[in-house]
């Protein structure tokens, strides 16, 4: 049976509560001859074990619960206990105590809110209980300040009981989700690591050949220098030579965590719109508004981590024979000190489980997707910036880059 393990357990406990309240009835009428009304607690009981058999069908293949699901199990559980204490002694119950379970529960499964809802829930149905029990028994009895004292005990029971686990249970989640996120910052690390020692060898072997090609291309040169083919060589030469030149630039830059300058979002957009029509000149970027007039930070990873995003985008709309790419920046007033570039393309959007990787680990893919959105996210976090994919409701798939403004510094006159 795949349930959830929340609700697993609370199912789990309310069996055994309900053979241990069946037991309990059935040996305090006969053994101890105790006045209870037995036909109505046996219906109560059937009734929450009917409850119980319809809950485990219910969940029997639900692997993640929702938390509206587990109020609702928490709450038949404290109406069936109240209603059970109400025909067996009501406050006066030795049991009435078991309705501190419910926030037990509550407290290491559902929210603060819903916390909230159990506790003030089983304090009412205290309240309740205390309420109807006859008068005449307390009066008899001059028991009236004992039952308040444990209505109060009880009333603060259940508060020290919310506050003190449930937040413990949310620390405890809080650092749960804290190591998982240093553990794959971690890993991620120890990916970077390695590539970047993998493209600085294959760096290393290809500087030689390229400049052996070199040296050949000006011999070549010398002897033919009429010869267009041997002139067409120079051009991929000399890209070959200024890419080796950049690469270098760029590894001495991640490894010294160097931060070059900031860049206007003015000349930012310029650069992509020029590097576009280069390298993809089929392509048409669709600016649907003009840049904020303001700078971000800037290294020489920035340009080449939107530029990887772009790819994709155009590669995308070329699998969806596509020919616009729509770019937009957006600005909130809720937070000024950030700007979003938000790229869209038109092409089949992310699947469920690429939206699930991108970003976070290499992820192998057809298309070449996985190691260069996770290089672009990781540079976008060096900047203090964020990466956030998602679908476009009306088709295609966006990705959202968040870029720190860079705040100029003012110098004293």
């Not at 204490?85 to 926030?103: C, K, M, R």
């Not at 029990?133 to 028991?143: E, G, L, N, V, Y």
């Not at 669709?286 to 290294?299: I, K």
Request: charged content about 15%; glycine content about 4%; some cysteine.
């Amino acid at each position: 049976m795949r349930t959830d393990p929340a609700i697993s357990r609370l199912l789990m406990l309310r069996s055994g509560a309900i053979a241990i309240q069946l037991l309990a009835v059935v040996a305090v009428y006969f053994l101890l001859e105790h006045q209870i009304p037995l036909l109505p607690l046996l219906v109560v009981i059937s009734f929450e074990a009917v409850f119980q058999i319809l809950s485990v069908i219910a969940y029997r293949n639900v692997s993640k619960a929702k938390e509206l699901g587990m109020l609702m199990q928490l709450t038949a559980d404290v109406l069936f206990l109240s209603v059970l204490l109400s025909l067996s002694g009501g406050a006066t119950n030795a049991f009435v105590s078991l309705l501190l379970l419910p926030i037990m529960i509550a407290a290491v499964s559902v929210s603060a809110r819903g916390l909230a809802y159990i506790a003030v829930l089983a304090i009412t149905a205290y309240s309740v209980l205390l309420f109807k029990m006859p008068q005449h028994s307390m009066h008899h009895m001059q028991m009236t300040s004992h039952f308040v004292g444990m209505w109060v005990n009880f009333v603060i029971s259940a508060s020290v009981i919310a506050f003190v686990i449930g937040t413990m249970n949310r620390a405890l989640h809080s650092r749960e989700r804290t190591i998982a996120t240093v553990r794959e910052k971690q890993l991620r690390a120890e990916q970077l690591v390695t590539l970047d020692g993998a493209a600085a060898q294959i760096t290393h072997q290809l500087a030689s050949p390229i400049a052996n090609l070199q040296l050949l291309y000006e011999e070549l040169l010398e002897e033919q220098p009429d010869n267009e083919i041997v002139k067409d060589m120079q051009q991929p030469l000399l890209q070959c030579a200024q890419q080796l030149k950049q690469f270098r630039t760029l590894s001495s830059e991640l490894r010294t965590q160097t931060v070059a300058a900031t860049v206007s979002l003015n000349a930012l957009a310029q650069q992509i719109s020029d590097t576009m029509l280069l390298q993809y000149p089929d392509q048409q970027l669709n600016w649907l508004n003009a840049a904020p007039a303001s700078s971000v930070t800037n290294d020489a990873m920035l340009l080449p981590a939107i530029l990887n995003l772009l790819q994709n985008a155009a590669f995308a709309n070329q699998q969806a024979q596509q020919q616009t790419l729509e770019l937009n920046w957006q600005q909130t007033p809720d937070n000024p000190k950030t700007v979003s570039l938000v790229i869209r393309d038109f092409g089949k959007g992310f699947s469920a489980a690429q939206l699930a990787e991108l970003g976070g680990q290499l992820m192998p893919s057809e298309t070449g997707m996985g190691l260069a959105v996770m290089l672009s996210n990781v540079t976008f976090e060096r900047l203090q910036g964020s990466l956030t994919l998602f679908n476009h409701p009306q088709g295609g798939a966006v990705a959202k880059v968040q870029l720190t403004i860079d705040e100029p510094q003012v110098e004293p006159v």
